[in-house]
């Protein structure tokens, strides 16, 4: 299985970027997925999660802010994120959390 995540780049604050993550595994609506991200010497966290059921969950330090949908037909996953933030700046990884597969990350970088 592979996760290909993409639509990192230099934003700058206020600001808005779109990421994706295309699974190649079929059977892909029936499984939940997951963002997380990685900033420069800090551990991994998690950011959101989407259910198979399209139910949804936030980290509280982007609640409000990002949100995570899915496209069963594309077998895509995405994270919007509107009113970035320096601190948001990290890796971030799709994460298909029933088999434990992880995407490769994807840098975002958030700086005037």
């Known amino acids: 299985v592979q996760l290909q995540a993409s639509g990192g780049g230099l934003v700058q604050p206020g600001g808005s970027l779109r990421l994706s993550c295309v699974a190649s595994r079929s059977g892909f609506r029936a499984v939940g997925m997951a963002w997380y991200r990685q900033a420069p010497g800090k551990p991994r966290d998690w950011v959101a999660t989407i259910t198979s059921g399209g139910t949804t969950d936030y980290a509280d330090s982007v609640k409000g802010r990002f949100t995570i949908s899915r496209d069963n037909a594309k077998k895509t996953v995405f994270l919007q994120m509107n009113s970035l933030k320096p601190e948001d700046t990290a890796v971030y990884y799709c994460?298909?959390?029933?088999?434990?597969?992880w995407g490769q990350g994807t840098l975002v970088t958030v700086s005037s």
């Open positions: 994460k298909m959390p029933l088999y434990g597969y």
